[in-house]
Structures are given as structure tokens and as C-alpha cells.
């Protein structure tokens, strides 16, 4: 394929789309991410798209949202070894709500095997991956549907989450950076996933690297309220994601990297307390780590959690 042709497809890729990873690009158009970096550059020298760390945008700050028919295309080898990896965090019997997205779908998945769970969820996708699991209770929240990504949004689905108690809530998002934590390109989307963190002892966020560094309209997140950030490992010429992974962890946030047995700055953070209502996590932080650190075990969580399905 001819530069001119490649260029092309990749400009068309990225106006689809909204943002791409170059492992994705580069997939696509069948050469190497060194080709698509240096396509990349070229378009970005024409002002027909913005560069990010692992990936492309189209330009003009922040990114704009994709919809799902493009998201559920991007980076699926990463969300399935993120959503491998987090799946490990829940244990049976558990309470815990999940947000709207393609990474926590895949999550989903793989929670349709842990008996006794209750996930509660605004997201058709996620109750839909978990609709014929035997031993798990699904409660869907109410609200508008958002037809974009599947999602219940509004005025009821924020009230149905009032008074909610859970262990943990898993999320995703747009965008994740360690000065404004993480965010998304949709107010009311925003809004949920915002009620969603008042009723989560622990806040888990599911983003692929290419979020890493992005910064997107709404913030849903704030860093400190983060517990752990479940990830990719950035490619080896992506400095700022890398370095994005660090200030993360040097404000707290336990890292889990998929494939990852030592990555760099593996040294311990100071545990942190959010100012949430009712128990938080107070868990060891750990640094930028393979595997994810000690957690509350289940006999643990019991005295704190409330189980739903007394109420």
C-alpha cells in the first residue's frame, strides 16, 4: 500500500472513530506501528489530526465520544486481558455495580461465572452478558436509554442508585489522567457513572492505554477517589502513558499492568482515604505492579458491605 493510500485510510479511520490506537491502525493497514507513527505525524503537520500518546484523535482537544458500533472494534485484545485481570478482583457473593462501556462489558463476561454475585448495572450490555448466569443476580438501575452506547442515563437512574451500598464499583471512561482522574465526552453519561462511585467502597477503572494521558469533557472520577486502575502495558516508546501510570500511582492508585510481572516504579504508595460516605477502602496502595495488590477479603468486606438482596 502506497503512503498517499495508507495516510488515507488511516485519516478515515480516526474521522470514523473519534480516537485510535496505533497498534490498531497499524493493524489495519497492515504495517508496522513505526510506519503509522511516522504516517501519523505527516497528517498531524496537515492539521487534519492531533497525536496522542499510542494513538491518533481528531483534532481540537478533547476528544469526542465514539459510539459503540467503532468502540467495540478498538483495542480488543487489551480489553479482554483488562477484563481477564479484573475479573480476579471479584469474589463470590459479592455486591457490586458495573457502568457502561465496552471494557466492563467484557468484564461481564467472564463475572457470569462467579456464583452468588449481585452486579448491579445502568448498562444493557453488561445485563445482557450476564442474563443467562444461574447463580448471579442482576438489578438494572432506571432512566432514559442513551442509544449510543446501551446505557440508562438521567433522572432515574441516578435515584434508583440512592441509598445504594456495594463493595465495589467497576468503570470505565474516555479518558484517564492523574490530574483530573477520570472522564468521559457525555454530561448525563457523566452524571451516572458519578452516582454510581457514591455507592462503591472501592473504585475499580477499566481503561486500555490509549486513554492514558486523554482528557475529556466531563469528569466522572477524581484521582483520589480511584482505588485501582486495572490497564495495558504501553508500548515501549510510549513515554508519556508510562509516565501518566506513575503519577497515577504516586498519587495512590493501585496499578494492575496485564502481562506485566515487574513494571517500572513497583515501589509501594501510601494508602489513601476518600471522602465518600459510609466505609472506604483504606487498602495499601501499590505502585505500578504486575499483579494487583492484597484486598479486603470476603469474610472482611461482610461486616462493612450490605447484601442487597436482604434489602
Known amino acids: 500500500m502506497f503512503a498517499a493510500e495508507r495516510r488515507q485510510l488511516i485519516l478515515e479511520m480516526v474521522r470514523a472513530n473519534g480516537a485510535v490506537s496505533l497498534r490498531e491502525l497499524a493493524r489495519v493497514v ?6 503509522v507513527r511516522r ?18 484523535v481528531l483534532p481540537g482537544g478533547f476528544t469526542r465520544e465514539s459510539g459503540f458500533p467503532q468502540k467495540s472494534h478498538l483495542a480488543t485484545a487489551e480489553k479482554t486481558a483488562i477484563a481477564d485481570l479484573a475479573a480476579g478482583l471479584v469474589e463470590e ?25 449481585t452486579v448491579v448495572t445502568n448498562s444493557l450490555l453488561v445485563a445482557q452478558a450476564l442474563a443467562h448466569a444461574n447463580r448471579v443476580e442482576v438489578v438494572m438501575t432506571g432512566g432514559t436509554l442513551r442509544g449510543s452506547n446501551y446505557a440508562l442515563v438521567g433522572s432515574g437512574a441516578e435515584q434508583s442508585l440512592q441509598g445504594l451500598r456495594v463493595s465495589k464499583a467497576f468503570l470505565s471512561g474516555s479518558g484517564l489522567t492523574a490530574e483530573r482522574g477520570l472522564s468521559t465526552s457525555n454530561m448525563l453519561s457523566a452524571s451516572v ?19 492514558l494521558g486523554t ?15 486495572v490497564t495495558d ?18 498519587q495512590g492508585v493501585q496499578i ?20 465518600l460516605p459510609g466505609p472506604r477502602r483504606g487498602v495499601p496502595g501499590g505502585g505500578l505492579r504486575g499483579v494487583l495488590g492484597d484486598h479486603p477479603t470476603g469474610a472482611e468486606r461482610g461486616g462493612r458491605v450490605a447484601d442487597l438482596r436482604r434489602r
Open 30 to 35: 497492515q504495517t508496522s506501528e513505526v510506519t
Open 39 to 56: 504516517d501519523v505525524r505527516a497528517l498531524e503537520a496537515e492539521g487534519l489530526l492531533d497525536r496522542r500518546h499510542g494513538g491518533a
Open 93 to 117: 457473593g459479592e455486591a457490586i455495580v458495573v457502568g457502561a462501556g465496552t471494557t466492563t462489558q467484557e468484564l461481564a463476561r467472564r463475572l457470569a461465572r462467579v456464583p452468588g454475585l
Open 193 to 211: 457513572d458519578r452516582a454510581l462511585v457514591q455507592a462503591a467502597a472501592e473504585v475499580v477503572v477499566l481503561a486500555d492505554h490509549t486513554k
Open 215 to 229: 482528557d475529556t469533557m466531563f469528569q466522572t472520577v477524581p484521582t483520589d477517589l480511584i482505588t485501582r486502575l
Open 233 to 250: 502495558e504501553p508500548p515501549a516508546h510510549d513515554d508519556r502513558a508510562a509516565t501518566e501510570l506513575q503519577a497515577l500511582a504516586d
Open 256 to 275: 494492575a499492568v496485564t502481562g506485566a510481572a515487574n513494571p517500572p516504579g513497583g515501589e509501594q504508595a501510601p494508602a489513601r482515604r476518600a471522602a
